[in-house]
């Protein structure tokens, strides 16, 4: 999965201005793929980015994750703690 991202992200270098891959992609972490279900899980910081993100950039990301698996993949977006900082329960 790291190795699909790192072309993902590669390949929108090549197609988007250098500040919306630092504001939009970098800050994103691929969490997880369901080979079974053809899933596609991906992390955002915070909701903003998360929402931005799954708005501007999730046909692309599906796209690309479809052609890299050759089958349909569904990504989900979800909210990530930054490295090594776990998420606080909820109360």
């Known amino acids: 999965m790291n190795e699909f991202w790192q072309a993902c992200v590669q390949r929108l270098e090549q197609e988007l ?10 800050p994103l972490v691929p969490l997880d793929y369901d080979e079974e279900l053809a899933v596609l899980r991906i992390g955002a910081p915070n909701r903003f980015k998360l929402d931005w993100v799954r708005k501007n950039f999730s ?19 979800e909210l990530s703690a930054p ?3 776990p998420i606080a329960p909820a109360a």
Request: glycine content about 4%; aromatic content about 12%; proline content about 6%.
């Open 59 to 77: 046909t692309r990301l599906e796209s690309m994750a479809s052609d890299w698996y050759s089958q349909a993949v569904q990504v989900q977006f």
């Open 17 to 26: 201005p250098p500040q919306q891959i630092n504001a939009w992609i970098r």
């Open 83 to 85: 490295a090594g900082r």
